[in-house]
């Protein structure tokens, strides 16, 4: 069974940092591209960053130089590191995987097929 689970939200103040994990099972991890996406309260879901997509990585601008993504293909985990953090970063953040072999360079949501629950990011001011 493709299982995807988040982990390492939580709460913290602007300027702040967390790690948030991507585990997943079931599937040939580093045969496919991995998705982190976001969604606040009123706005759609967000392409925040991806890995193996076009064959590259991708880390959208309003995050750029701030979160970084990475994969221990070990552990089967990909990771978004989050520096900097602001309180519009506030969100539920999702990992996704996209079976496509030829996925788009950019993380669109209607691309990918299996979804994580999501782990809440909270950034007080």
């Known amino acids: 069974e493709v299982q995807l689970v988040e982990s390492g939200g939580g709460l913290v103040q602007a300027g702040g940092s967390l790690r948030l994990s991507c585990e997943a099972s079931?599937?040939?991890?580093?045969?496919?591209?991995i998705g982190w996406f976001r969604q606040a309260p009123g706005n759609g879901r967000e392409g925040v960053s991806c890995?193996?997509?076009?064959?590259?990585?991708y880390i959208a601008d309003t995050v750029k130089g701030r979160f970084t993504i990475s994969s221990d293909n070990a552990k089967k985990t990909v990771y978004l590191q989050m520096n900097s953090l602001k309180p519009e970063d506030t969100a539920v953040y999702y990992c996704?995987?996209?079976?496509?072999?030829?996925?788009?360079?950019?993380?669109?949501?209607?691309?990918?097929?299996?979804w994580g629950q999501g782990t809440q990011v909270t950034v007080s001011s």
């Open positions: 996704a995987v996209d079976f496509d072999r030829r996925s788009s360079r950019y993380p669109l949501p209607s691309e990918y097929d299996y």
């Open positions: 079931g599937f040939s991890f580093d045969d496919y591209a």
């Open positions: 890995i193996r997509c076009g064959g590259s990585s």
